[in-house]
């Protein structure tokens, strides 16, 4: 009975206003100096619906339908005739312009902000164009496919004013910054090592339309190198950014190593990557990922020698757990509905990592959507006319770290960031 989802009393977090107080990203922003009032509508445009902008899409027209929000989707791009057909019929304005060079749609002087999700290697030229004709932009992650490009697309940022807000939405999940927020107050004390890894057993690709093999780099750009990096760009940049953010700083350098281990079937990138980040203080974030095994699936372990924290499952795992841990593990999962089978017999030798103690939550907050709070906040952004710096250098020093383990990967060397790439 009490696995009964409808009776969870999980908090639900449906909308930014619920949630502004916890986001330093949204309380810094000033009140009053808004260069869009909120009578006045946002106008939107949506670059790239495939897979991720189709779903962007669809949180903005929750956001419309659902949370009365002052926006339009105005316009909607895609260079690919299926997708472009889909995002005018689903889009939810009968009057949206459509397009399939995006140097038309932004002659539209009334788009206020775009909403970039091509292909990474189509991010750059896209962004830098859209801020240069004077449109806020909100980019997927990765930023770029080159250091080169990821620094470009910075300093035009810098240089037009724009916002350049990338797609990372671990930054407006309250779980996470409640969190960095305990780590930060030392709460699991000195951190030694971060642990993360994205772990899949599938082969990446997606089908091709019948009869078209054509299509297969535009389809699956993930899996070639001109287009992507593969497993660092598309899972890494993730959990590279959160190393960054929890330790407030960007690694000293990085190492690491890959192959194409199990899918031999004409792909460019590793499917299997393990790599060392090292700060200057000594703590190392060791991130790995790989395609033939689900397993461990996807984490974060921040490790630090009062604790641990757990941050895709939400949990804090404390070295010195409290006092009667069997009661309180069982008072919490009562509070969680969550139940294990109780084992009947034991082994007679307990290795010294065996650890019973399940930890405690960090934060009840956990069923939202992130990546819909960070498309509102984009819109709030645009009111605005800014938006707060650290979005878009948590974006740029994800890339970049992401895009030079690449690099300390194919030569097998460790590499420090060459200081005209350091912002
Ligand atoms: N933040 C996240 O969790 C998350 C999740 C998935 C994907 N993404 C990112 O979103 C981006 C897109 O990924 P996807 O899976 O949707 O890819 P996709 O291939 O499904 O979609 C990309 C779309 O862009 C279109 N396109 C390509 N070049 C274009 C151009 N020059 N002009 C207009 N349209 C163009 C394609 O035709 C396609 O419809 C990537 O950067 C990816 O990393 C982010």
Redesign the pocket.
């Known amino acids: 009975m009490l696995k009964d989802k409808s009776k969870r009393e999980f908090l639900k977090i449906s909308s930014l206003a619920a949630v502004a107080s916890l986001f330093p990203w949204i309380s810094i922003l000033a009140q009053n100096n808004k260069t869009k009032s909120p009578s006045d509508k946002v106008k939107l445009a949506i670059?790239?619906?495939?897979?991720?902008?189709?779903?962007l899409m669809a949180n903005i027209k929750y956001m419309i339908e659902n949370d009365s929000a002052n926006v339009e989707i105005a316009a909607v791009?895609?260079?690919?005739q299926?997708?472009?057909e889909r995002a005018i019929k689903d889009c939810g304005n009968p009057k949206v312009k459509a397009?399939?060079?995006?140097r038309n749609l932004l002659e539209m002087q009334e788009i206020d902000g775009v909403i970039?999700?091509?292909?990474?290697y189509?991010?750059a030229?896209?962004a830098i164009n859209s801020m240069k004709a004077g449109k806020q932009v909100f980019?997927?992650?990765?930023m770029a496919r080159t250091l080169d490009d990821v620094k470009a697309m910075y300093d035009t940022h810098i240089d037009t004013g724009k916002i350049l807000q990338i797609?990372?939405?671990r930054l407006f999940d309250p779980k996470y910054l409640e969190a960095i927020q305990r780590i930060k107050k030392g709460e699991i004390g000195i951190i030694g090592q971060i642990r993360a890894y994205w772990h899949r057993n599938s082969d990446w690709r997606?089908k091709l339309p019948n009869g078209r093999p054509d299509l297969e780099k535009?389809?699956n750009?993930?899996l070639y190198r001109d287009f992507?990096a593969g497993l660092l760009?598309?899972l890494g940049?993730?959990q590279i950014q959160v190393a960054n953010w929890v330790m407030g700083k960007t690694p000293k350098s990085v190492m690491g190593t890959g192959s194409i281990r199990y899918w031999k079937d004409g792909r460019e990138i590793y499917d299997n990557v393990s790599t060392i980040f090292s700060y200057n203080d000594g703590t190392q974030f060791i991130w790995d990922s790989m395609t033939s095994n689900r397993k461990y699936g996807l984490q974060e372990q921040i490790m630090g020698d009062l604790g641990t924290m757990e941050l895709e499952t939400n949990k804090v795992f404390m070295e010195s757990p409290p006092a009667a841990p069997g009661i309180r593990e069982l008072i919490n999962d009562i509070e969680h509905f969550v139940f294990d089978n109780i084992p009947i017999g034991g082994a007679t030798w307990v290795p010294e990592t065996a650890i019973k103690y399940k930890g405690e939550f960090i934060s009840e907050k956990w069923e939202m959507d992130e990546?819909k709070l960070q498309l509102e906040a984009f819109v709030e952004y645009i009111r605005e006319g800014k938006a707060p710096e650290i979005l878009t250098r948590e974006g740029y020093n994800a890339s970049i770290w992401t895009l030079l383990a690449e690099q300390a990967i194919d030569i097998g060397k460790k590499l420090e960031l060459p200081e005209k790439y350091q912002i």
């Open positions: 670059i790239g619906v495939g897979s991720r902008g189709y779903g791009c895609d260079n690919y299926p997708h472009y397009f399939y060079d995006y970039i999700a091509t292909p990474l189509e991010h030229h896209i980019c997927e992650k990765s797609g990372h939405q997606r535009k389809i750009w993930r992507s760009t598309e940049s993730h990546t």
